[in-house]
């Protein structure tokens, strides 16, 4: 499994931004190029949904409820991968994983969690 650590949640009013960031620090620089990444989120009781994803290849793809406002990318170089959210919604507050995932487009496995960070969204 590979080790995953986020940063940058925090407390944002409506119509702000934040940018997560996702390390793999423990990760050979080879691997972490070779791997497809991706965002989720969760709030309690419900389950952990897919937010976006980035491949090696760097095609990216975001679930309906954030296109055009977030935007993921990765820095292979720092072994990291990144989310920015603009245009935040009080919908968006939420617990946030970085994840390694494997398989193919609507049908991502997660093999690595990250601990997750929390996005809250004031109104």
């Known amino acids: 499994q590979v080790l995953l650590v986020e940063s940058g949640g925090g407390l944002v009013q409506a119509g702000g931004s934040l940018r997560l960031s996702c390390t793999a620090p423990r990760t050979i620089l080879s691997v972490f190029n070779a791997l497809d990444m991706a965002w989720y989120r969760q709030v309690p009781g419900k389950q952990r949904d897919l937010v976006a994803t980035?491949?090696?290849?760097?095609?990216?793809t975001y679930a309906d409820s954030v296109k055009g406002r977030f935007t993921m990318s990765r820095d292979n170089g720092k072994r990291s991968v990144y989310l920015q959210m603009n245009d935040l919604k009080p919908d968006d507050t939420a617990t946030y994983y970085c994840?390694?995932?494997?398989?193919?487009?609507?049908?991502?496995?997660?093999?690595?969690w990250g601990q997750g960070t929390q996005v809250t969204v004031s109104s």
């Open positions: 994840a390694e995932v494997r398989g193919e487009p609507e049908s991502w496995t997660p093999q690595s």
């Open positions: 980035i491949t090696s290849s760097r095609s990216t």
